[in-house]
């Protein structure tokens, strides 16, 4: 939380961060407005923008008569409009499953893009996402070496932006650009493809200062099925 930025947000941040944390579940309705202004010791106005923005960002739904109820405890609901594309797949009846292949410290170098953004030192993870049991995406994440980290301490099915989270590193954008990717031949082999141009994906995420705290590389097996951007307007 900013302690600099106005009222409305800290109280927001606040409140979503119990939703985060499972202090607040889906279904649960949050304290009242009447019950938030004596918490926070604040106006009704502070506390009807608070709730207007975690309303906004798809946390909560506010109902006349009824109160504001937990919708989503997703991180993801900060990043984008747009609906994920995990979500996407599993609507439409596919499995899909992670698997957390390598989880190492890497050394940058100093001329390097890595370098860059973490220093000499950053944590590299490999994933692969398998859809209905076939290797679909390939994964390289980079982040900060801030916190211990190794492959037996994350769960296979974990967020990695949760993961940041827990760890005091808060995301607020990210920035995609797709390419077309000529992958190396581990990287086929993981993907149980022969030598082709697959989708690629890059993302940087950062904070609020614009600092970057995942870079990550993506290869998309579009065999299996293409990539799907859905917004809401």
Sequence with gaps: MQKNSPLYIQIMEIIKEKIL???????????????????????????????????TEGYVMKKSG???????????NKLSKAESFSSILKMEGYSLRKEIKEVT??????????Y?????????????????????????????????????????????YMLLHNNQLYISKFQDEFFIDYPKEDILARLQL?????????????????????LSYAKYNTKVHNYIIKYEI
């Design 194 to 214: 022969g030598s082709e141009p697959l989708l690629g994906r890059k993302r940087k995420s950062m904070d609020s200062n614009n600092n970057v705290l995942e």
């Design 66 to 76: 009824r109160g504001t109820t937990v919708l989503s405890n997703s991180i993801f």
């Design 105 to 114: 410290a890497v050394f940058n170098e100093e001329d390097s893009e890595l």
């Design 21 to 55: 944390t499972g202090e607040y579940k889906i279904g649960d309705f949050i304290p009242t407005e009447i019950e938030l202004e004596e918490e926070f010791k604040v106006s009704k106005i502070t506390i009807r923008k608070a709730i207007e923005l975690l309303e």
């Design 116 to 160: 860059q953004y973490f220093g000499e030192k950053c944590y590299k993870i490999i994933r692969i996402y398998y859809l209905d049991d076939v290797p679909y995406i390939y994964f390289e994440h980079y982040i900060p070496y801030k916190f211990k980290l190794d492959k037996d301490t994350i769960d296979n099915d974990a967020s990695l």
